[in-house]
């Protein structure tokens, strides 16, 4: 240590000191003199931040594992572009697309609502019907906060599945990137799982075949540092030679003890069995726990005619369970899952199309919602909003587009399915700790998202000096 160092130290070491001996001494004095006030509390006021644009991500086209010749099968590709549907509580919303990388991109779309002279709400889902080779059925999702944390219920690395988890960066700081993978052996150890680096503005896409093969239950949880992720799951089916489908998963609830899945369709689901490499084609409920105790999980089935039954199963910590859903007649239905510990859920099924091929949905679990959401439905077919109320109080909600709105009586336990126009933002009040999805139903397949309740905007503090 230099001299001038050991100085610079020795001064302060004796500025601490005398500092500690005079308020020492004065404390001392006080209970000397008799002092019985209470000592002054120090003066604060409150900060409003400042408000500041709201983004979401959208989760971009559907993907194939090369480019359009058949080459290059280690650079993801994109296939046509979605209908994108936004909404606001601000003046509007700015579209932006995300970069791509070596791995290639979905071309996922930035949604940004410039902040006014308060923080504004954004929102928006994505739908995609596609038939371009092996890639065939439709796909939709969730326009998502960036996140540093996000469940990934969904996938398969059998022959013929092709899973890939897109990582998109939005902000101005690279993501450093874990993903922890699942399936039904156990949480899987491969090398590249950990720092994956997502370049800030940019998009990476990750085949889950690099890190896990012949696999047909997985569970990924996508961890970041640095910039927040949004992150979703494509799946693409191949039964034999026969295009199965595809579908994008976003991201569900953070594990709790009750899970919700607001929006299902099961469409005849023994028709989808039929003809070979159909093993995954039957509808499942897929849990996985991620602590060390088991779940004890009871599941409530509902439907809005009232109609519902309930289904007892466990799940072993560590590994992915699939729970059968069989003999339910067609319908849309809400998933509510009880369990002794957190869990985290999804749900998948398969249904045939009018072209003689089947196609596949999965249908993420979702947050309550807030007294008040804005959304939007991208333009699909047979799109309808599921809302399931499963608080102890019945509720009246209003969803409002436009000039016109509708009341919804949703009772304590129980599900309503509306239609709700596409392409147009919606506002639905009402429904505080209520959640909601929506499906699509059609000749070419069928798909869902959950509604994502709105971003917290930062309250006034309390600043000290």
């Not at 991109?105 to 902040?115: C, G, I, K, W």
């Not at 927040?228 to 693409?236: N, P």
């Not at 009772?411 to 700790?433: E, F």
Request: proline share 6%; charged share 15%; with cysteine.
């Amino acid at each position: 240590m230099s001299t001038s160092t050991a100085r610079r130290w020795a001064l302060r070491g004796t500025a601490t000191a005398v500092a500690v001996i005079v308020a020492a001494g004065t404390i001392a004095a006080a209970h000397t003199l008799g002092t019985t006030e209470d000592p002054g509390h120090p003066a604060g006021r409150s900060v409003t931040p400042v408000p500041a644009a709201a983004e979401r991500v959208c989760a971009g086209s559907a993907l194939r594992l090369s480019d359009d010749a058949g080459n290059d099968a280690t650079r993801a590709s994109t296939i046509g572009s979605p209908e994108i549907a936004t909404a606001t509580t601000g003046d509007r919303v700015d579209r932006s697309d995300l970069d791509g990388s070596s791995t290639g991109s979905s071309d996922p779309t930035l949604l940004t609502a410039p902040a006014g002279d308060t923080a504004p709400q954004v929102a928006g889902s994505s739908y995609q019907s596609v038939s371009d080779g092996d890639v065939v059925g439709v796909g939709a999702a969730s326009c998502d906060d960036p996140s540093q944390s996000t469940w990934l219920v969904g996938g398969s690395t059998e022959t013929g599945r092709t899973t890939l988890v897109t990582l998109a960066n939005p902000t101005d700081v690279n993501a450093t990137v874990d993903l922890t993978i699942a399936d039904t052996s156990g949480t899987v150890s491969a090398p590249g799982t950990s720092g994956i680096v997502v370049a800030p503005n940019s998009q990476k896409v990750v085949p889950l075949s690099g890190f896990v093969t012949d696999q047909g239950s997985t569970v990924v949880h996508v961890t970041s540092s640095g910039g927040q992720i949004v992150a979703h799951m494509q799946e693409t089916v191949v039964r034999t030679l026969t295009p199965g489908g595809f579908d994008i998963v976003s991201g569900g609830a953070a594990p709790s003890r009750q899970q919700v899945i607001p929006a299902v369709v099961l469409e005849d689901a023994e028709g989808a069995q039929r003809g070979e490499d159909t093993a995954d084609a039957a509808p499942v409920l897929r849990l996985y726990v991620p602590g060390t105790a088991v779940a004890r999980v009871t599941l409530g089935i509902t439907t809005a005619d009232g109609g519902g039954t309930t289904v007892d199963a466990t799940a072993e910590p560590g590994v992915v369970t699939d729970v059968p859903l069989d003999d339910f007649p067609d319908g849309r239905y809400s998933f509510t899952i009880d369990s002794s510990v957190p869990i985290v859920a999804g749900a998948r099924t398969t249904t045939p199309t009018d072209d003689g091929r089947t196609d596949l949905g999965w249908f993420a679990s979702a947050e309550p919602l807030s007294a008040t959401t804005v959304t939007a439905v991208a333009a699909g077919s047979g799109a309808r909003l599921n809302l399931v109320n499963p608080t102890r109080e019945d509720a009246t909600v209003t969803v409002r587009s436009g000039g016109d709105a509708q009341e919804v009586q949703v009772t304590s336990g129980s599900t309503a399915t509306v239609s709700v126009p596409s392409a147009q933002q919606l506002t639905i009040t009402g429904a505080d700790g209520l959640v909601a999805g929506v499906t699509y139903q059609g000749d070419d397949g069928i798909a869902g998202f959950p509604v994502r309740p709105e971003t917290e905007v930062s309250s006034p503090v309390r600043v000290y000096p």
